[in-house]
């Protein structure tokens, strides 16, 4: 079993070095004339009628208002939640830090964190942390990801798992098991196929993102990882995409595509609509996000992502959140994120909203006990990964990114280049 936590705190220094480049004034030392310090902060911080800022990116709204609303209507203190298109993030943050103009709090795609960390763009909240009785329940490879040189710098805002989701309605009527889902990738090709044989007018068996490279990276990756095989080389450096296990997910994707069993349209798909057809019930079985469960209008199935010998993983992804470096409200910032730990908000926001909560002592909960899909959610989370590399943006997410190239050969082609797109994947890690 893979230690996500050595490796993530491996990536924090292999992003250490590079990536996002920012020129930053010094940093502030987070405290306003009143000395609101994090030093000062205590078990709970402070909650003085104070107005917060707070960043976060489009893809966890829905959560980051959640979050927020029941904060507002509990505190003394108010967050004035502003939301960033995903695209636009990096560069508002970038801009922000480099006029010593970010929020007091701001959350980052857990990729991120590690090279935001570095540059220097949150305070130290290790004493903070330390002071939770329940620190080591905390999801541990979203507090790796924020630590350098033993300090740690943020704390688990809302965690995004890719998860196998299927519509039972649609199962149930080409004749599978909707209780129980595919054992395997080879099964899961077989519900797709069974789906798509209904021939229902604009209906699919699957569909995902073929010009979407993070999107493949979060539903590809875990099927190798169910297997028990690495996507990358232990220093991140290498990719290791052309494995048999990484060839065999690749072919199960081209007879899909071939036999005319995907939605069509995720050929062109970019990221910004890959899951809508399956929340309209267009698509039978499809990787999904688990933060789109309470979302999703009809009896879905959901189980972990699967290799083909079987297995289960998922890609732990979402966002850190921490206090940022130009916060002179450090202690107020600290009374939002230790309330956002306790269970008054993890369970009664977020488990109650059917989300993943990111503490594993509240795991089993009134609503989860309500919901067996959000125990197998709960559960898959501690068998995923998060990989990071120093480059792993421009290998990946990268809208020419190599592994796009891969992926759109392998699935879309003649699948005889493999070899020779794994090694151009490689040569961007390395570089």
Known sequence: MRSRNRRMMRAAALLAAGALTIGLAACSGGSDDSGSSLADAGAEGVDDGST????????????????????????????????????DYVAKVGAAAGSNGLPDLFAADIVYVPNWVKQGLFQDITANI???????????????????????????????????????????????DAET????????????????????????????????????????????????????SEDGTESL??????????????????????????????????????????????????????????DVGVSGLVGPEGGASTFVG??????????????QAWNFLSWMM???????????????????DLADNEYSQKDPRLITINEVAGQGDTPVAINFQQAFNAPSSPWLTMVRNAVLGDASTIDADNDEITAVLSQ
């Not at 007018?201 to 995902?208: S, V």
């Not at 036999?259 to 990221?271: M, N, Q, T």
């Not at 979402?318 to 202690?331: F, M, N, R, Y």
């Open 181 to 232: 889902g595919p054992a395997n990738l080879e099964e899961f090709a077989e519900w797709a196929k069974a789906i798509q044989a209904l021939d229902k007018p604009d209906t699919y068996g699957t569909a995902t993102g073929l010009n979407c490279g993070g999107c493949l990276v979060f539903t590809w990756f875990p099927s190798s990882w169910a297997d028990g095989q690495e996507v990358l």
């Open 241 to 298: 995409l052309a494995s048999d296990t990484s060839k065999e997910i690749y072919a199960t994707w081209k007879d899909l595509w071939d036999s005319g069993a995907v939605l069509p349209s995720s050929k062109d798909e970019a990221g910004p609509t890959w899951t809508a057809a399956f929340t309209e019930g267009k698509v039978g079985i499809m990787p999904y996000p688990a933060t789109l469960l309470s979302s999703t209008p009809f």
């Open 342 to 360: 306790s269970e008054d908000a993890q369970v009664g926001v977020l488990a109650k909203d059917n989300d993943v909560v990111s503490r594993s």
């Open 318 to 331: 979402g966002d850190g959140i921490g206090v940022s470096k130009d916060s002179k409200k450090a202690a």
């Open 52 to 87: 917060l800022t707070l960043w976060t990116r489009a893809p966890l709204e829905k959560q980051a208002k959640l979050l927020v609303e029941a904060y507002n209507d509990s505190h003394e203190n108010q967050v004035e939640l502003t939301v960033v298109p995903n695209d």
């Open 130 to 176: 330390d002071g939770f009785d329940f620190k080591d329940d905390i999801n541990q490879g979203h507090l790796s990801a924020g630590t350098l040189d033993g300090q740690e710098y943020v704390l688990p805002f809302v965690l995004d798992l890719s998860m196998l989701f299927w519509n039972k309605d649609l199962a149930t009527e080409a004749g599978l």
